[in-house]
């Protein structure tokens, strides 16, 4: 597994250091003054190239101030001159063995250099001993070049999911982590391709692969494949049913919808307990307008699984087109309480509270499905959680 990234620019964390530069020399003479000043006022404006000749010239006539050389350690790893950053964080670190964040540094510039097992220690530290939350976050990115420099997929991965859970917003996190997670993925599925080619679950992923890329027809083979040699393999129809559906609704062609309705009813026939397979189908039902099937085929999912919020939501909506708003009020409050992010729960229980004479209810629910839908404007369908079923929508703006 391979992952690289460029140089992490947020070094500016260690600026911290500068307070201390004109204060290290009790009676410091002009020429360290306008040095010192320089230098600050250099980094301010993110002029490296000139605060770096200045503390260079700090550091020849205060040669045993730790913080000049803790200031010129950062610098040059703005530079990207990492060698003599580690040299100068030595430096420091020799003579002022206490400076804290200079050990992220070192590790960060022994990994930037390519010397990952000597910067592991460092970073590793970094990463799980520190409170500054910058210094942590550049550390967790410089342990996925190191860890992936090093073979230690297991580790990188590891390291993936803890950087998720600690800044699960930020764009540059997600997306390096994404990268190790996606080059995981594609070295367990080489080596199920050289293990075992023909194997079931080889043939399993490549339809789904197939399928993730909107390839269908080389998805239906696939997976039809797997039936050849498993016919009773569960899942599997499933499967055959999204496909068909999916792509459906990108061509709208009645066989691809009369194939999915086919492959949803056969999935049963082999695993009863699948409640997706039987979500599709009374979706599929109330979509043409088959309300009391619908009906039927969503209470038959709920009896099984009553918290099958989905499935609520699409009970709710049956109901009300079949005239019957106090019946719906039931399954959509329940939506609502097992998803109370659920704009369209929300949207469809104001809808039954209206039509029940429910003012208040009607307004309450309302209100909440306003503040949801403000968040994210323009669009009223959003993703169920796991992405296994098509999601309920609200089809006109309301």
């Given at each position: 597994m391979k992952v690289k990234h460029s140089s992490l620019a947020l070094a500016l964390a260690f600026f911290w250091l500068l307070p201390f530069v004109a204060a290290a020399q009790a009676g410091s003479d002009d020429e360290r003054e306008r040095y010192t000043a320089e230098g600050q006022q250099a980094l301010a404006t993110g002029h490296f190239a000139t605060a770096c000749a200045d503390f260079e010239q700090l550091a020849k006539l205060d040669p045993n101030v730790a913080e000049i050389h803790a200031n010129l350690a950062v610098i040059y790893f703005k530079l990207r001159e990492y060698e003599r950053a580690v040299t100068e964080i030595r430096t420091a670190q020799r003579l002022k063995p206490g400076l804290p964040k200079l050990d992220s540094l070192l590790g960060m510039s022994l990994a930037e250099m390519g010397q990952f097992t000597e910067a592991l220690p460092h970073l590793d530290k970094g990463f799980k001993q520190t409170a500054d939350t910058e210094v942590r976050r550049m550390c967790g990115l410089q342990l996925l070049r190191a860890y992936a420099g090093l073979g230690r997929d297991d580790d990188a991965v590891e390291t993936s999911l803890k950087l998720n859970k600690f800044y699960p917003d930020d764009p540059e996190i997600l997306y390096h982590t994404g990268r190790v997670y996606g080059s995981f993925a594609y070295d367990v599925m080489e080596k199920l391709h050289n293990k075992a080619p023909g194997s079931i679950w080889m043939l399993q992923a490549q339809g789904e692969a197939n399928e993730s890329q909107k390839n269908y027809e080389a998805a239906i083979v696939a997976f039809n494949h797997v039936l050849q040699i498993e016919p009773g393999r569960p899942?599997?129809?499933?499967?055959?049913?999204?496909?068909?559906?999916?792509?459906?609704?990108?061509?709208?062609?009645?066989?691809?919808?009369?194939?999915?309705?086919r492959e949803y009813t056969a999935e049963l026939s082999v695993d009863s307990s699948n409640g997706n397979a039987g979500y599709e189908l009374a979706n599929m039902q109330a979509e043409v307008g088959n309300f009391e099937e619908a009906r039927k085929d969503f209470e038959q999912v709920i009896e099984r699984f009553p918290d099958f919020e989905e499935a609520l939501v699409g009970l709710g909506a049956v109901v009300m087109k079949l005239d019957k708003p106090q019946l719906a009020l039931a399954p959509l409050e329940r939506a609502t309480r097992?998803?109370?992010?659920?704009?369209?729960?929300?949207?469809?229980?104001?809808?039954?509270?209206?039509?029940?004479?429910?003012?208040?209810a009607q307004q309450k629910a309302l209100e909440a499905f306003r503040k949801l839908h403000s968040v994210t404007p323009g669009t009223l369908r959003r993703p169920n959680q796991d992405g296994e079923i098509t999601p309920q929508q609200i089809d006109a703006n309301p």
């Open positions: 899942g599997i129809h499933y499967r055959l049913g999204r496909v068909y559906l999916t792509r459906y609704r990108e061509g709208h062609k009645q066989e691809d919808w009369d194939a999915a309705q097992l998803r109370p992010d659920d704009e369209v729960a929300w949207y469809r229980l104001s809808q039954a509270e209206r039509a029940a004479g429910n003012k208040e």
